[in-house]
């Protein structure tokens, strides 16, 4: 299997930028007239498949909203990711996994070894362990053409309060977990496969990404406020690298499939101007 950084790059090329977050709030079942139970998830999902399988480049499934109902959460999570990716589309799991190096170990084999159920191209970890911790996941990852995105600058009011807390050297939390994810991806020829979450909604906050080498996934636009001007001042040595993700933005255009399609167009040409890239 190619690197995750090299199929990555490829499939937003063809596809365009946007990676759609498939998030089933409780509130959107409601308003796509469908019930809160996992027969109302499992539609929800096959409407999403029907409409956007075969043209957007990355779903970012949100492993909370699956893990409400269990055992058939999981089910409906897996035929989901399964029809996603025979249609040519990524998958990253945005599943925030993080624990000491051999739990981590089990994490990785779950989500990152291609003979598991519940395989996935790529998935969200939490540093606050030590970045150390995900060393088994890095490895995973790295034999599997997988990807990992670290946590670093997330897109809550609430993350700054440890995100940007001082080390003895003066550097924040978020910088050193930034500076090590880049030695990750050092020696990757183009797009590394090791990657950051920085949210659209972070600021002016200083913090230097120009080595990173890998991509970023950026949460926070749309619902949250995050507009695609503000990756242009938040990212501007790396435009290039930036995997924007928008979940409720997307998915309030439902259940209609041609609505649904309407605004991921939208939103992947504002996207295209946004960061100047091809397609
Ligand atoms: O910093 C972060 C990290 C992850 N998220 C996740 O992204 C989506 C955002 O959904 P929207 O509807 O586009 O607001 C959601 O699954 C979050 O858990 C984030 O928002 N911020």
New binding site residues.
């Given amino acids: 299997m190619p690197a995750f950084g090299a199929r990555l790059r490829a499939a937003m090329d063809m596809r365009g930028p946007l990676c759609v977050?498939i998030?089933p709030h409780a509130q959107l079942l409601a308003a796509w007239g469908l019930s809160d139970d996992p027969a109302g998830v499992a539609s929800f999902c096959q409407i999403v498949v029907d409409a956007l399988a075969d043209r957007v480049a990355v779903f970012?499934p949100?492993s909370?909203f699956f893990e409400r109902f269990g055992s058939s959460g999981a089910q409906i999570l897996e035929s989901t990711i399964r029809q996603l990716r025979e249609a040519g589309a990524l998958i990253l799991l945005?599943a925030?996994r993080g624990d000491i190096g051999s739990t981590v170990a089990a994490y990785a084999d779950a989500y990152l070894n291609p003979s598991m159920p519940m395989y996935v191209d790529a998935i969200?970890a939490s540093p606050f362990l030590g970045v150390g911790s995900l060393a088994p996941m890095f490895a995973e990852a790295h034999r599997h053409g997988g990807g990992v995105f670290v946590?670093a600058?997330?897109?809550?009011k609430e993350?700054p309060e440890v995100q940007h807390a001082r080390l003895p050297d003066g550097r924040t939390v978020a910088q050193s977990i930034i500076d090590e994810i880049s030695q990750l991806n050092v020696g990757e020829p183009g797009l590394g496969s090791i990657g950051a979450?920085?949210?659209a909604t972070i600021g002016d906050t200083g913090h230097d990404l120009s080595g990173l080498g890998g991509p970023i996934?950026v949460?926070?636009?749309?619902?949250?406020g995050g507009k695609p001007d503000d990756l242009r001042a938040i990212f501007p040595g790396n435009l290039s690298a930036v995997l924007p993700?928008?979940?409720?933005?997307v998915?309030g255009a439902g259940p209609d499939v041609a609505s649904l399609r309407r605004m991921t167009s939208k939103i992947n040409d504002e996207l295209m101007i946004a960061l100047g890239s091809p397609k």
Avoid at 153 to 156: A, P, R
Avoid at 219 to 224: I, K
């Fill in positions: 977050g998030d970012k949100q909370a945005d925030k969200t946590l600058l997330t897109s809550n993350g979450v920085v949210g996934l949460p926070g636009l749309g619902a949250q993700s928008y979940s409720r933005e998915l």
